[in-house]
C-alpha cells in the first residue's frame, strides 16, 4: 500500500519568510495530490489539489508542486503569516480511485 | 458556505456499549466518508459509501462497526461494543463527484471509551 513521508514533524519559521513542506510517497505514482490544513481538535480543511499532469498549482499565497520522477510534493506558503501556524497534512488515494491516505502531518509554526 | 456538520462534539462512554456518531454531508454529495484519529497519529481512513452502500473499506472498519445513511441526510457511524482502542476523533466527509474530488471534512467527534 502506499506510504507517505513528510519528513519535518515540525518546522519554525520567521514571519515573512516562505516555508516549504515537503511529501514523499514510496510506490506508484497517484492520479492526484492533495494539501490540507488542520487546526488542533479539528478536521482537515482543504486547501489544493494537483493532478499527476500538472507541475504546479498556486491558490493565493500557496504553491503545491508535483513531481513523479522523484515521489515527491512541495507545499510553500509565502509572506508568512503567524495564522498560518498549522499542521498540514499531504494525502493521496491508496491505489487507483481508492479514498485518501494521509502522512502524519508537518506542524508548522510562524514566529511573529 | 454549506459545510459538514457533526453531532456530538464529545461523547464518553463505557467500554462494551454501543455509540452513534452522526454526520450531516453536504446537501449535494453523493459520495461519503468515516476517518478517524488516535490522538497523535495520522488521520485513516474507515469506510466510504455511495448509492446507499458501502464501497471501500479499511482493515480497522471490522463487524463491529456499521454505517448508514437513514433518511437522505444523516450518515450515521456506529460502534456496537466499544473497547479502549477506539478512542479517537472521528471524521465525516463527504464530496460530490466522486473519490477523485475534494473531501470536504467536519469538526469531528471526540470519542472517548472508558
Known amino acids: 500500500s502506499q506510504k507517505i513521508e513528510q519528513n519535518s514533524e515540525a518546522l519554525n519559521i520567521q514571519e515573512g519568510k516562505t516555508a516549504t513542506l515537503t511529501c514523499n510517497y514510496t510506490?506508484?505514482?497517484?492520479?492526484?495530490l492533495q494539501w490540507y490544513r488542520q487546526d488542533p481538535g479539528r478536521g482537515p480543511v482543504f486547501l489544493l489539489l494537483i493532478r499527476e499532469n500538472e507541475k504546479e498549482k498556486r491558490k493565493e499565497r500557496l504553491k503545491v508542486t508535483f513531481d513523479t520522477t522523484l515521489k515527491q510534493s512541495l507545499f510553500h506558503i509565502t509572506a508568512s503569516q503567524p495564522a498560518d501556524s498549522a499542521t498540514y497534512l499531504c494525502?493521496?488515494?491508496?491505489?487507483?480511485?481508492?479514498?485518501?491516505?494521509f502522512g502524519k502531518g508537518t506542524r508548522l509554526s510562524v514566529i511573529a | 458556505e454549506p459545510e459538514v456538520t457533526q453531532t456530538p462534539s464529545h461523547q464518553v462512554t463505557q467500554m462494551g456499549q454501543e455509540v452513534i456518531l452522526r454526520c450531516v454531508p453536504i446537501?449535494?454529495?453523493?459520495?461519503f466518508y468515516w476517518y478517524r484519529q488516535i490522538l497523535g497519529q495520522k488521520v485513516e481512513f474507515l469506510v466510504s459509501f455511495y448509492n446507499n452502500e458501502i464501497s471501500e473499506k479499511s482493515e480497522i472498519f471490522d463487524d463491529q462497526f456499521s454505517v448508514e445513511r437513514p433518511d437522505g441526510s444523516n450518515f450515521t457511524l456506529k460502534i456496537r461494543s466499544t473497547k479502549l482502542e477506539d478512542s479517537a476523533m472521528y471524521f465525516c466527509?463527504?464530496?460530490?463527484?466522486?473519490?477523485?474530488?475534494?473531501?470536504?471534512f467536519g469538526p469531528g467527534t471526540r470519542l472517548l471509551v472508558l
Open positions: 446537501s449535494n454529495h453523493l459520495y
Open positions: 466527509a463527504s464530496s460530490g463527484q466522486g473519490l477523485q474530488e475534494t473531501q470536504y
Open positions: 494525502a493521496l488515494p491508496n491505489s487507483g480511485n481508492t479514498p485518501l491516505v
Open positions: 510506490n506508484y505514482s497517484p492520479a492526484y
